[in-house]
C-alpha cells in the first residue's frame, strides 16, 4: 500500500530565509505527486504537481519541488519566505493505475517569524 | 472561478444525534470525496463518489454513510454522531476529464460533537 511520510511535523523559520518541506513517498509503481497548502481556516489548495516531464516543478508564490525517483522523495523549497507563508502544508501521490484514491502525509506546519 | 462550498463553517452537535454535512461543487466534476482531518494524521478519505447514486468506501466509512442524489452535490450523514467524530470534515471534487488530478476542496466544518 502507498504512504506518504513528512519528515517534520513542524517547521519555524525566520522571514527571508530558505526553507525546504521533505516528503518522501514509498510506492512501487508510477506515481503523480501534489503538495497542497491549508490557510489558516481554509481548505487545502493545490502549490504545484508532478505528472511527468521534467523532475523540477515550479508552483505558484515562489515554490518548487523536485521529484527524485530514486530517492523517492518530493521536498518542497522556497528561496525566501514570508510571514503569508505560513500555513500548513502536506504532500500527496497518486497512483497511476487510474483508481480515484489520493494519499496525503501528515502535513508539516510551518511557521514564519518575523 | 472553480467553487466547492461546504453548508455550515462551523457545528456543534450532541452524541447520538443525526448529522448531515452538505458540500456542492459548480464545475460540473463527476468525482466527489469526503475527509476528515485531525493532527498529526493528516487527510483521511471517508467515502468518494465517481457519479450520481454511486459511492465508494474509502479508508475509514465506519459511522458515516453518503448521499449523491444530484451530481453537484454530496452529502455525509452521521447517523449517530460520537465524540470521536470531533473533527474537521473537507469536501472535494476532481474531473474525469480537464485537469483531472487536482483535487478542489471546500472550506471545511468544523464539528464538535459533546
Known amino acids: 500500500a502507498q504512504s506518504v511520510t513528512q519528515l517534520d511535523s513542524q517547521v519555524p523559520v525566520f522571514e527571508e530565509a530558505p526553507v525546504e518541506l521533505r516528503c518522501n513517498y514509498s510506492?512501487?509503481?508510477?506515481?503523480?505527486l501534489f503538495w497542497y497548502v491549508q490557510y489558516p481556516n481554509q481548505g487545502l489548495q493545490l502549490l504545484l504537481k508532478y505528472l511527468s516531464g521534467s523532475t523540477l516543478v515550479k508552483g505558484i508564490n515562489g515554490f518548487e519541488a523536485e521529484f527524485n525517483k530514486s530517492q523517492t522523495s518530493f521536498h518542497l523549497r522556497k528561496p525566501s519566505v514570508h510571514i503569508s507563508d505560513t500555513a500548513e502544508y502536506f504532500c500527496?501521490?497518486?497512483?497511476?493505475?487510474?483508481?480515484?484514491?489520493?494519499?496525503f502525509g501528515a502535513g508539516t506546519r510551518l511557521f514564519v517569524k518575523a | 472561478d472553480v467553487k466547492v462550498t461546504q453548508s455550515s463553517r462551523y457545528l456543534v452537535k450532541r452524541t447520538g444525534e443525526k448529522v448531515f454535512l452538505e458540500c456542492v461543487q459548480d464545475?460540473?466534476?463527476?468525482?466527489m470525496f469526503w475527509y476528515r482531518q485531525d493532527p498529526g494524521l493528516g487527510l483521511r478519505l471517508i467515502y468518494f463518489?465517481?457519479?450520481?447514486?454511486?459511492?465508494e468506501k474509502g479508508d475509514i466509512p465506519e459511522g458515516y454513510s453518503v448521499s449523491r442524489e444530484k451530481k453537484e452535490r454530496f452529502s455525509l450523514i452521521l447517523e449517530s454522531a460520537s465524540t470521536n467524530q470531533t473533527s474537521m470534515y473537507l469536501c472535494?471534487?476532481?474531473?474525469?476529464?480537464?485537469?483531472?488530478?487536482?483535487?478542489?476542496f471546500g472550506p471545511g466544518t468544523r464539528l464538535l460533537v459533546l
Open positions: 510506492s512501487s509503481v508510477s506515481v503523480y
Open positions: 500527496a501521490v497518486k497512483d497511476h493505475t487510474g483508481g480515484f484514491k489520493t494519499i
Open positions: 463518489s465517481y457519479d450520481v447514486k454511486m459511492k
Open positions: 472535494a471534487s476532481t474531473s474525469r476529464t480537464a485537469d483531472r488530478e487536482t483535487q478542489y
Open positions: 464545475m460540473d466534476h463527476e468525482n
